[in-house]
């Protein structure tokens, strides 16, 4: 898969795949009025890169680095079939106000894209 076949609303969830930002975070890579507009709009072009095998949806979970502390990493992917729900979740699509990315949604690059974009 290369940038050419990929739409600049597609592009911004890859990038935010990338930076493993929680997914508000796409919001500042897209041009208005996607940028501030309700997030069912942006519904069907993550579905889509998810059925295209490009991205997984995960939520953060606790993790312990080896040299102490804690933090997080992305957990398993949510199945296809609760998507839907998992996402028409307003508060998915905003900052928490403490700023705590446990539980959170982050895109995960997969292999394919990985290998192709």
């Known amino acids: 898969m290369s940038r050419s076949e990929i739409s600049d609303i597609e ?12 997914l508000p975070g796409v919001r500042g890579d897209l041009e208005e009025p996607l940028a501030s ?12 890169l998810v059925d295209r095998g490009v991205v997984e949806v995960c939520r953060y979970i606790s993790w312990a680095p080896p040299e102490g502390g804690s ?20 508060e998915e699509w905003t900052y928490p106000e403490n700023f705590e990315w446990l539980g959170r949604l982050t895109l995960v690059r997969t292999d394919r894209l990985r290998r192709g974009l």
């Open 11 to 22: 592009y911004a969830f890859v990038l935010n795949a990338t930076e493993m930002d929680i």
């Open 37 to 48: 507009g309700p997030a069912e709009d942006l519904v069907p072009f993550l579905l889509a």
């Open 71 to 90: 933090g997080v990493q992305p957990g398993p992917p949510i199945p296809h079939d609760d998507l839907p729900d998992v996402l028409a979740a307003a």
